[in-house]
């Protein structure tokens, strides 16, 4: 089992990125994915969530508006646009894989993890 994320960097205030998280291993279609991310010295904290089929997602209020999930369940790989990035938003953003939706951010409910992908905004 692998979930690898990729399409991290260094960018500045506003600009955008896209995430990718590409899953192996198991049936990507039957798992509900999420989206967390990590900053120095916080928490991991739930940045958004999209169920195995795609029709629903769920958003942190922190970046409701300017990020957007999704998944290809063909391609087996899940992404996440970043608009209007701001510095805030720096972390390693990591993808996880669950049976049990939820929006509550709860980590033990996860299967899987990937290992991260760094995200730096900053002038």
């Known amino acids: 089992v692998q979930l690898v994320e990729s399409g991290g960097a260094l960018v500045q205030p506003g600009e955008s990125l896209r995430l990718s998280c590409a899953a192996s291993?198991?049936?990507?279609?039957?798992?509900?994915m999420s989206w967390f991310r990590q900053a120095p010295g916080r928490e991991r904290e739930l940045v958004a969530a999209?169920?195995?089929?795609?029709?629903?997602?769920h958003y942190a209020n922190s970046v409701k508006g300017r990020f957007t999930v999704s998944r290809d369940n063909a391609k087996e790989t899940m992404f996440l646009q970043m608009n209007s990035l701001k510095p805030e938003d720096t972390a390693v953003y990591i993808c996880g894989a669950t049976r049990r939706w939820s929006i509550a951010g709860n980590l033990k409910i996860y299967d899987y993890w990937g290992l991260g992908t760094q995200v730096t905004v900053s002038s």
């Open positions: 291993g198991f049936t990507f279609s039957t798992y509900h």
């Open positions: 999209i169920d195995n089929s795609g029709g629903s997602t």
